[in-house]
């Protein structure tokens, strides 16, 4: 088997919830390093910034999960793929603090990423004006992005299926901690605070 073309990787998500094609990208660049570092975006309100070319990022009922559950579906998922413990690790990253960047991740790794949208073209640019290594993992347009954590959240809310859409070791931690429930208090929540703005 041949080496890996990097020794350490950074990719990043918000995994909110994890579902097939995060796993695809995460193995994706597992494959590419002999060590992974999983940033885990938007970790908490004080490190969650709205984006103008997706403000729909930073909305609470975007943002279910915390950081402590992402974290254990990560590494949950990843090893009932088949990842060692020492070939990955698990930190939050401010994707939209650059400046803290250097606190959570080493910046001498290749920096993963994949582009569905501008927010990914805006990520890359904004990758390599800090002259960090990237690799893209692929591009391409929004109809061919796949799954969509957004609409499996929707479904959830709603109580329809949507064990399918989600790793095993996934489905059984969203339904442990009852995550379509607090998706539907989120969404009544979110509701009544429409109905009482004027």
């Known amino acids: ?12 998500g918000r995994f909110q919830v994890l579902h097939h094609d995060h796993l695809r990208y995460l193995l994706a660049g597992a494959e590419l390093c002999r060590h992974l570092v ?5 970790p908490d309100p004080s490190l969650t910034r709205d984006d103008q070319t997706d403000n729909q990022r930073s909305q609470p ?10 974290y254990r579906l990560v590494r949950a998922v990843l090893a009932e793929a088949g990842l060692r413990e020492e070939q990955f690790s698990v930190v939050p990253l401010p994707i939209n603090l650059p400046e803290l960047y250097r606190y959570y991740v080493p910046l001498e790794a290749t920096f993963f990423l994949s582009i569905y949208d501008d ?7 904004a990758f390599r004006d800090l002259g960090l290594n990237t690799h893209v993992l692929w591009e391409v347009t929004p109809k ?3 799954l969509s954590a957004g609409e499996i ?3 959830m809310r709603d109580g329809q299926p949507w064990d399918q859409l989600v790793p095993p070791a996934a489905a059984r931690l969203l339904h442990q901690w009852q995550i379509p429930q607090r998706l539907a208090r989120l969404g009544q929540s979110n509701d009544s605070t429409r109905r009482q703005d004027p």
């Open 1 to 12: 088997m041949s080496q890996p073309p990097y020794e350490l990787g950074v990719i990043h």
């Open 38 to 42: 999983v940033g885990i975006t938007n």
């Open 61 to 70: 009922t975007a943002n279910p999960l915390t950081y402590f559950e992402r």
């Open 119 to 125: 927010w990914g073209r805006k990520k890359l640019a």
């Open 144 to 146: 061919e992005k796949g």
């Open 153 to 155: 959240r929707r479904l």
